[in-house]
């Protein structure tokens, strides 16, 4: 059971660079989602996806691209990258319960540390 | 505007002892409240959630308590393991919507033993 898997673990880029995280569940999980976390802050939702060719934005969308081509792949890509955008990237799947009492809970991956210099 | 807040960035209990983590919230159409906790290196795991319809959900040494009223749930571990350090995440989400879940900034749990 892989759940979440996301490369690259870690990744430093220049100013500038472009790149692409990549997040693939195979849970067949309808929803997928990108956070990053900050030092000492929560987890701030960058895009969304509730199916494959659907996404919308989140919190802080500005400087990065989704597309979910496939209902397992759900990729991140920093068009220009920035120092701000260093953080750690997660990608999270869940399914629509629609039931009491479990909720609609997240599974996450383990996370891309990304410094931009 | 934040809608889930942690106010307390960390607590430092006793082995054995209660630890009692707080969460606000300010939107009143959430539907579930959870709670995610995180070692570090890796990404946060489900703990337990609990409906907007109830007010209280148990799980082994885990308990949430919702009260609506006040926006206000809190996460109760009895007894309290070394192995429960880690930083607890609430979160909040309305139904259909989990990939849209909105975080608090975690509280830091260190249990000592």
């Known amino acids: 059971n892989a759940g979440v898997t996301q490369t690259p673990k870690f990744q430093v880029l220049k100013t500038g660079q472009s790149m692409t995280l990549q997040c693939a569940q195979d849970?067949?999980?309808?929803?997928m989602s990108w956070y990053r976390q900050d030092p000492g802050m929560g987890l701030r939702l960058i895009h969304y996806?509730?199916?494959?060719?659907?996404?919308d934005q989140g919190e802080v969308p500005n400087g990065y691209n989704v597309s979910r081509s496939t209902t397992e792949d759900f990729p991140l890509r920093l068009l220009s990258a920035a120092p701000s955008q260093t953080s750690v990237y997660f990608c999270?799947?869940?399914?629509?319960?629609?039931?009491?009492?479990?909720?609609?809970?997240?599974?996450f991956g383990s996370g891309t540390q990304l410094s931009v210099l | 505007d934040q809608q889930v807040k942690q106010n307390s960035p960390s607590l430092s209990v006793q082995e054995g002892r209660i630890s009692i983590l707080n969460c606000d919230y300010t939107?009143?159409?959430?539907?579930?409240f959870l709670w995610y906790k995180k070692y570090p290196a890796e990404g946060p795991t489900f703990l337990i959630s609990?409906?907007?319809?109830?007010d209280k959900n148990e799980d082994g040494r885990f308990t949430v308590f919702l009260n609506k009223s006040a926006k206000h749930l809190s996460l109760h571990i009895v007894p309290s393991q070394p192995g429960d350090s880690a930083v607890y995440f609430c979160?909040?989400?309305?139904?259909?919507?989990?990939?849209?879940?909105?975080f608090g900034d975690g509280t830091t749990l260190t249990v000592k033993p």
């Open positions: 999270a799947s869940s399914y629509r319960s629609g039931a009491e009492p479990r909720g609609e809970k997240l599974f």
């Open positions: 939107n009143s159409m959430f539907d579930y």
């Open positions: 609990i409906s907007s319809i109830k």
């Open positions: 996806s509730v199916g494959a060719g659907i996404t």
């Open positions: 849970m067949n999980h309808e929803y």
């Open positions: 979160a909040a989400s309305r139904r259909g919507r989990a990939g849209k879940s909105t």
